[in-house]
C-alpha cells in the first residue's frame, strides 16, 4: 500500500530565508507525486505536481519540488519565503485519481 | 469560474441527529471525492465517483455513513444518526478523471457533534 510520511509536523522559518518541506514516500511503481497547500479555513490547493521526465518541478507562488527516486523524496523548497506563506502544506502519492496524503506540516513565518 | 461549492459551513447538531453535507463539483468535471480531515487521523479519503458512480467506498467508516451522487452536478454525504466521534471537517474535490490526482477542493464544511 501506498504511504506518505512529512517528518516535521511544524517548521518555522524567518521571512525571507529559504524553506525546505520534507516529504518521503512508500509506493511499488512509479508514483505520481504533488503538494497541496491549504490555508486556514480553506480547502487545499494544488501547487505542483511530477507525473514523469525532468526530476525538479516548478509550481505556483515560487514553489519547487525535486523526486529522488533513490531517497524515496519528494522535497518542496522555495528561496525566500514571504509571510503569505504561512499555512499546512500537504504531500500526496497518487494511483490514478486515489491520493493518499501525509500528515501535513504547518509553517509559520516569522517577521 | 465557479470552485466547488460546498453546504453548509458549518453545522452544529446533538448526538443522534441526522446530517447532510452537499457539494457542487466544477462543471465538467467526472471524478467527485469526499474527504474528511481531523488533527488525529489527517486527511482520510472517504468515498470516490466517477461519472456519477461511487468506484470505492472502502474509506467510509461504518454504515451510519453514505454518499450519493445522482446527478453530475451534486452529491451528498449523510450521517445517521451522528455521533460526537464525527465532528470533522468534510471536503468535497472534484477533477477530470485524466488529470489524475489534480483535484480542486472546497472550502469544507466543519461538523460538530454535541
Known amino acids: 500500500a501506498q504511504s506518505v510520511t512529512q517528518p516535521d509536523i511544524h517548521i518555522t522559518v524567518s521571512e525571507g530565508a529559504s524553506l525546505e518541506l520534507r516529504c518521503n514516500y512508500s509506493?511499488?511503481?512509479?508514483?505520481?507525486l504533488f503538494w497541496y497547500v491549504q490555508s486556514p479555513g480553506q480547502g487545499l490547493q494544488l501547487l505542483l505536481k511530477y507525473f514523469s521526465g525532468d526530476t525538479l518541478v516548478q509550481g505556483i507562488k515560487g514553489f519547487e519540488a525535486e523526486f529522488k527516486r533513490s531517497q524515496s523524496s519528494f522535497n518542496l523548497r522555495k528561496p525566500s519565503v514571504h509571510w503569505s506563506d504561512a499555512a499546512e502544506y500537504f504531500c500526496a502519492v497518487g494511483q490514478g485519481n486515489m491520493l493518499t496524503f501525509g500528515g501535513g506540516t504547518r509553517l509559520m513565518v516569522k517577521p | 469560474d465557479a470552485g466547488v461549492i460546498q453546504s453548509p459551513r458549518h453545522e452544529v447538531t446533538e448526538m443522534g441527529q441526522e446530517v447532510t453535507l452537499r457539494c457542487k463539483p466544477i462543471s465538467g468535471h467526472n471524478s467527485l471525492f469526499w474527504y474528511r480531515q481531523t488533527m488525529m487521523r489527517g486527511l482520510e479519503l472517504l468515498i470516490y465517483f466517477n461519472n456519477n458512480v461511487p468506484i470505492d467506498d472502502s474509506g467510509m467508516p461504518e454504515d451510519r455513513f453514505s454518499a450519493k451522487m445522482p446527478n453530475a452536478s451534486f452529491s451528498t454525504l449523510k450521517i445517521q444518526p451522528s455521533e460526537p466521534r464525527d465532528s470533522a471537517v468534510y471536503f468535497c474535490?472534484?477533477?477530470?478523471?485524466?488529470?489524475?490526482?489534480?483535484?480542486?477542493f472546497g472550502e469544507g464544511s466543519r461538523l460538530t457533534v454535541l
Open positions: 509506493y511499488g511503481a512509479t508514483p505520481y
Open positions: 474535490a472534484s477533477s477530470l478523471v485524466a488529470s489524475a490526482g489534480e483535484l480542486f
